[in-house]
Antibody
């Protein structure tokens, strides 16, 4: 069974940093592209970042470029999101999502349950 | 980047057919994918590509596209289909992903 489990969320002050993790199991993690998607409280979905299966190709939404860094460790079946210079508007539930194999980068077939990041003083 | 526009809310009578639309310039070049999200749950992919359903998604869900508009059609809506529905696609650069604002579907 495919499982994605996020961790690392919490309360952080504006300007602070946080590192999210996503532990993957039930599939060959190294073969799949991965993403982070977030959802502010009561709001819609916002794609944050993409990383290819090898980690060689990375994309970011304009809203986080230069502040967030996506990475992965295929040996540990884990995806990460390093978030720096956090702002109030980064407050959201952060989901990791797997890209469907042999599909486009917009097709996310499995999602974790999310981890809440709250940026507040 | 580009934007995808969805109607905020749509309603349908139980057992009837409903179409949820998504508009954006990038849809002239790229397919939309569709996600269903129920309160307190993670989104679920219901349609991707030209008109593909992941395993386990009922065949009452279908997708189509024309010009700058993508559509998700639910034929014979059920009470359990009441949810928020989001489209997404690539932006005009082809490298970034954009989501629509979401449509809240109410089944009456």
């Amino acid at each position: 069974e495919v499982q994605l489990v996020e961790s690392g969320g919490g309360l952080v002050q504006p300007g602070g940093s946080l590192r999210l993790s996503c532990a993957a199991s039930g599939f060959t993690f190294s073969s799949y592209e991965m993403n982070w998607v977030r959802q502010a409280p009561g709001k819609g979905l916002e794609w944050v970042s993409y990383i290819s299966s090898s980690g060689s190709t990375i994309y970011y939404a304009d809203s986080v470029k230069g502040r967030f860094t996506i990475s992965r460790d295929n040996a540990k079946n884990s995806l990460y999101l390093q978030m720096n210079s956090l702002r109030a508007e980064d407050t959201a539930v952060y989901y990791c999502a797997r890209t469907l194999e042999m599909a486009t980068i917009t097709d996310f077939d499995y999602w974790g349950q999310g981890t809440l990041v709250t940026v507040s003083s | 980047s580009s934007e995808l526009t969805q109607d905020p809310a749509v309603s349908v009578a139980l057992g009837q057919t409903v179409r949820i639309t998504c508009q954006g310039d990038s849809l002239r070049s790229y397919y939309a994918s569709w996600y269903q999200q129920k309160p307190g749950q993670a989104p679920v992919l219901v349609i991707y590509g030209k008109n593909n359903r992941p395993s386990g998604i009922p065949d009452r869900f279908s997708g189509s596209s024309s010009g700058n508009t993508a559509s998700l059609t639910i034929t014979g809506a059920q009470a359990e289909d009441e949810a928020d529905y989001y489209c997404n696609s690539r932006d005009s650069s082809g490298n970034l992903v954009v989501f629509g604002g979401g449509t809240k579907l109410t089944v009456l």
